[in-house]
């Protein structure tokens, strides 16, 4: 099964599994802890998946790993010049984007897939709730990396004859990131991140 579905985290499908077993067998019957079975699943796994790569330039994206759950393509962005990006959105999730005026963006260290910098991901707002639409692995925080994220958005959503103009877009305290959403997005409110700019201030604080 965990060979089968290598996508598919392994904790889920342990529990798909050990559920259908006790429908059948009924939940009298006992079975092997998830922990017990961990280290053997996922060398299970290890042998369909490709092995880790030591740089980014020997990082291959099978196919299997470019689409999502609906078969939609979901690999936006694979630039390899100066560095490695990685941008994923499905044309589903571009189109939702397109039809919101208002976005967050924000970076994370601690979700960065190995080798890279940060994940860096793109919300869409409306009336309901706040969806991620675009999810990159970025190795830097440079003004240069993030236009180049930016531009292969705009590109595929012109490619797919949308337009992007958001009126407003959050992101966290960050001028490199302000900068390049700035230059491509002019005519748009960039807000800083409350937040984050509170966290900035008492970060600087503890220094004095």
Same mark, same amino acid.
Do not use: R
């Given at each position: 099964?965990? &060979?089968?579905?290598? #996508?598919?985290? =392994?904790?889920? =499908?342990?529990?798909e599994v050990v559920s259908a077993y006790r429908q059948n067998k009924g939940t009298?019957? !006992?079975v092997p802890m998830f922990d017990m079975l961990r280290s053997t699943l996922y060398r299970d796994r290890s042998t369909v998946l490709p092995k880790l790569p030591r740089s980014l330039d020997d990082l291959i994206l099978p196919a299997i790993f470019r689409k999502n759950l609906y078969n939609e393509n979901m690999l936006l962005c694979d630039k390899k010049q100066p560095s490695r990006i990685l941008g994923f959105a499905s044309l589903t999730a571009i189109k939702h984007l397109a039809e &919101? #005026?208002?976005?967050? +963006?924000?970076?994370?260290? /601690? @979700?960065?897939? /190995? !080798? %890279? @910098?940060? #994940?860096? @991901?793109?919300? +869409?707002h409306n009336e309901f709730s706040m969806k991620p639409i675009v999810f990159s692995a970025l190795p830097d925080k440079y003004e240069e990396t993030y236009s180049s994220l930016l531009q292969s958005v705009i590109t595929y959503a *012109?490619?797919?004859?949308? =337009?992007? &103009?958001?009126t407003s877009i959050l992101i966290d305290f960050e001028l490199s990131s302000f900068?390049? $959403?700035? *230059?491509? %997005?002019?005519?748009?409110?960039?807000? %800083? &991140?409350?937040?984050? $700019?509170?966290k900035n201030i008492m970060k600087n604080l503890k220094k004095l």
């Open positions: 099964m965990v &060979c089968n579905n290598p #996508s598919k985290p =392994i904790p889920q =499908i342990y529990n009298a019957e !006992l &919101c #005026s208002i976005w967050n +963006a924000d970076g994370t260290f /601690k @979700t960065a897939p /190995k !080798l %890279f @910098t940060q #994940s860096y @991901t793109i919300h +869409a *012109k490619a797919n004859n949308l =337009i992007l &103009c958001p900068n390049a $959403f700035k *230059k491509a %997005f002019p005519n748009t409110n960039i807000v %800083f &991140c409350h937040f984050h $700019f509170a």
